[in-house]
Every structure is written in structure tokens, then in C-alpha cells.
């Protein structure tokens, strides 16, 4: 912890490295931005190296290599080498297609700590609809077996939504055939694509309130045998999350170009200024960087966090939804109960719709700048 005038600076734990926004996949509730990075865009290992010793100067424990999919990355056993030369244990977070079991084995051979597999349902047929590829169940079930046979730790992610949200226990079912040893259910958070398909993916509150109870039941049962990690939807909860922990305070994440970001989806406000590895030292842009700067400590916040009690709990929730919802990246994060736009919510929630998924493309960043400009 450092202070740097009139702000408390913490020291980061953990690193998000975007190393790609390639992807095989579609999901509709993908957390990547709407305008995607190019690959002639990437970071390359070089400099995913320095980042890692610059992070791991910085106090930076972990990170998690994530996308789109890394395994798109030729240099992806490079800049495992490089995280473990660095000193970072390494989670590897993977959709299962694009990466071959071959480059699985090189990518343990290069020190890497950890896998986190993402399924999309416990049935094949919908859970590569939900994907928008077809085979996908078929070759995750076959990587996580890889996982497990190597040795390696295997996490299976679950992104519940309307569509699979009744088979939480069935998806535990089938991380734990695969050997695996944690579980995280996540509920999709609207942002990014999952803004634009939130009629289609909305659960009802009868559903969410079921899952709740299941996901009790199931942890008294698997007790011991797999650990099981759950967050609560935030439209159907009385206070917001504390939205990675704070803002600029535990966690950091980097994009396939080099801009630092504060939380994955923080490009989503509009008129942050981020700053990018290709210019300054990664301790620069976290002490420095107006981004990182926007919405650390309490000062900035609004009433009626200002004298609330659980503003260092909570840190007034989270900046991207409280920018979603009101326009106002500052305001109180309207899931709470106390925030003058928590109507809002209960509207959204409410608006569900049977309509096809939007499902996330490779648009990118270049080709919105240009039809800008048309
Ligand atoms: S959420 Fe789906 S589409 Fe997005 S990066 Fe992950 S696997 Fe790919
Ligand atoms: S008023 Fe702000 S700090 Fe208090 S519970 Fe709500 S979001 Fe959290």
C-alpha cells in the first residue's frame, strides 16, 4: 500500500492478461468489448513478458491468461515460459476448441499452474447452440479430461442464464466426472454482449431464487469432493457486488493492444482516458493513469454512498453498470436498493424476450472506425 497524495494506493494481486480477442466461440454473454482488438494489434510474447515482470514487481500474484481464446496464440507456450520465469502462478482460461491436446502438454511442460474450462450447458445439443459452434461440448469434455490427466488443477466456469439455469446440479455432475476440483457459477453480467442479448438471457426471479437453494444443497452435498463457488445475479439482489474488489485497488487487466484497464468491461464508459504498456511501465499506468485513478478510494463517490456504512464493502458497486443504466459512470450502482435508479433495475429484469442470441462476431475495432468515417 502506497499513498500517493490523495489517494490510497493497494498494491495488485491479481493480473487479467487479454492476450487475444479471437475467439472460435460466440457466446452471446461474452465479457469482450463490441469493437474487438485486431490481431495485427497483439502484444507479442516480448512484451507480455515485460508486462509479467512489471507486474510481478508491483506485487501482482497471479495471472490469468484469457481472451477470446488464448489458445489462438502460436507464442502461447512462449508467454506461459515467460509468466513462470516471472514468478506468477498462471491460470490458463480456455474455451476447449482451438487448443490441441499436444500444445496442452508443451503448456505444462512451460510451468503452467492451472486450468479453467468453460461449459455452456450439461446437454450437447444446447450447450453448443448456446456456444454457436457445433462439436464444442464434445471437444471441452476432451480437454478437461487432458487437464486432469496431466495433473494439472481444473476449474469448470459455468455462465448461467435463462437457457441452462435449471441444470446447475446436471453441470456439477459434469465437472466432477471430469475430475474437477472447483466449480464457479457465475450468472451472465450485462455488459458487453451480454447487454445486447439481455431479453434473451434473463432468468426469471423464481429461477434465480431456485438456484440460489440448489446451489446450498449442492455444496452440503459435493462437501469435500469439489468446491463450488457462486456469484449472485446482481438484477435480482438488494446491494451491488464489490465490483472487482474495488476500483484500482486489487486487480488489473490488459487487453490484446495494451491498454490497461481497471476491470475488463471498464472501455464501456465513454471518456476514460486508458493508458497502454507500449509507452509506460505497467507501475506508472496503475499509480498514474487517469483511468486508474477515476473511481479509486471513496472520494469521488456520490450520496447516498458517500455516508453509507458499507461504502468500503461494497465501493458503491459497479462503475459499468451504474454507466449502463443512468449514463453516469459515478452514480450509485442502481442494483442497490438504496441508489434513486434502482426502479431501473426491476424494469430491466423484467424485460425477457424469446428471441434469437445476437451472437458475438469478429468486429473489429478498425472496421467501427472506419464505417464511422463512411
Ligand atoms: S465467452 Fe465465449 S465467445 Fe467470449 S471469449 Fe469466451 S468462449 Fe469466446
Ligand atoms: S449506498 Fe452505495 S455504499 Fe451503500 S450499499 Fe448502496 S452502493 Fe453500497
Known amino acids: 500500500m502506497a499513498s500517493d497524495g490523495d489517494q490510497t494506493v493497494y498494491k495488485p494481486l491479481g493480473l487479467l492478461a487479454e492476450l487475444t480477442h479471437r475467439c472460435p466461440l460466440?457466446?452471446?454473454?461474452?465479457?469482450?468489448?463490441?469493437?474487438?482488438?485486431?490481431?495485427?494489434?497483439?502484444l507479442d510474447a516480448v512484451t507480455w513478458a515485460r508486462v509479467f515482470r512489471e507486474a510481478a514487481a508491483l506485487g501482482v500474484l497471479q495471472v490469468h491468461?484469457?481472451?477470446?481464446?488464448?489458445?489462438?496464440?502460436?507464442?502461447?507456450?512462449?508467454?506461459?515460459?515467460?509468466?513462470?520465469?516471472?514468478?506468477?502462478?498462471?491460470?490458463?482460461?480456455t474455451s476447449g476448441v482451438g487448443l490441441t491436446t499436444a500444445t496442452l502438454g508443451k503448456l505444462a511442460d512451460a510451468g503452467l499452474d492451472h486450468v479453467q474450462i468453460s461449459i455452456q450447458d450439461s446437454i450437447a445439443a444446447s450447450a453448443d447452440k448456446i456456444a454457436g459452434y457445433d462439436g464444442a461440448f464434445a471437444r471441452k469434455n476432451a480437454l478437461g479430461r487432458e487437464v486432469v490427466r496431466l495433473g494439472l488443477p481444473l476449474t469448470i466456469n459455468?455462465?448461467?442464464?435463462?437457457?441452462?439455469?435449471?441444470?446447475?446440479?446436471?453441470?456439477?455432475?459434469?465437472?466432477?466426472?471430469?475430475?474437477?476440483?472447483?466449480?464457479?457459477?457465475?450468472?451472465?453480467?450485462?455488459?458487453?454482449?451480454?447487454?445486447?442479448?439481455?431479453?434473451a438471457l434473463m432468468p426469471r426471479r423464481d429461477q434465480v431464487e431456485r438456484a440460489a437453494v440448489q446451489v446450498e444443497d449442492l455444496r452440503r452435498l459435493h462437501q469435500g469432493r469439489i468446491v463450488i463457488d457462486a456469484v449472485v445475479p446482481d438484477y435480482y439482489a438488494r446491494f451491488p457486488k464489490p465490483c472487482v474488489g474495488g476500483w484500482g485497488r486489487?486487480?488489473?487487466?490488459?487487453?490484446?493492444?495494451?491498454?490497461?484497464?481497471?476491470?475488463?468491461?471498464?472501455?464501456?464508459?465513454?471518456?476514460?482516458?486508458?493508458?497502454n504498456v507500449r509507452d509506460r511501465a505497467l507501475a506508472d499506468i496503475w499509480m498514474n493513469s487517469p483511468a486508474c485513478r477515476a473511481f479509486r478510494g471513496t472520494d469521488w463517490m456520490p450520496e447516498p454512498c458517500a455516508s453509507c456504512s458499507r461504502r468500503d464493502i461494497d465501493f458503491g458497486g459497479c462503475r459499468c453498470q451504474a454507466f449502463a443504466l443512468t449514463g453516469n459512470a459515478a452514480a450509485?450502482?442502481?442494483?442497490?436498493?438504496?441508489?434513486?435508479?434502482?426502479?431501473?433495475?426491476?424494469?430491466?429484469?423484467?424485460?425477457?424476450?424469446?428471441?434469437?442470441?445476437?451472437?458475438?462476431?469478429?468486429i473489429t475495432r478498425a472496421a467501427l472506425a472506419k464505417a464511422d468515417t463512411a
Open 26 to 42: 460466440g457466446c452471446p454473454y461474452c465479457s469482450n468489448p463490441p469493437a474487438l482488438d485486431r490481431r495485427d494489434d497483439e
Open 65 to 93: 491468461l484469457s481472451g477470446g481464446e488464448p489458445g489462438a496464440r502460436r507464442d502461447l507456450v512462449e508467454i506461459v515460459a515467460a509468466a513462470r520465469t516471472a514468478g506468477l502462478y498462471s491460470n490458463l482460461i
Open 158 to 199: 459455468v455462465v448461467v442464464h435463462r437457457a441452462n439455469i435449471e441444470r446447475i446440479p446436471d453441470m456439477v455432475d459434469r465437472a466432477l466426472a471430469l475430475g474437477a476440483t472447483r466449480v464457479e457459477i457465475a450468472h451472465a453480467q450485462y455488459y458487453g454482449w451480454a447487454l445486447k442479448n439481455r431479453a
Open 250 to 275: 486489487r486487480s488489473l487487466n490488459v487487453t490484446p493492444s495494451g491498454r490497461v484497464l481497471p476491470c475488463h468491461a471498464a472501455e464501456s464508459i465513454t471518456g476514460l482516458e486508458f493508458w
Open 332 to 362: 450509485t450502482d442502481p442494483v442497490c436498493q438504496f441508489s434513486p435508479a434502482h426502479h431501473l433495475v426491476a424494469d430491466l429484469a423484467a424485460d425477457q424476450a424469446d428471441v434469437p442470441y445476437d451472437y458475438r462476431r469478429q
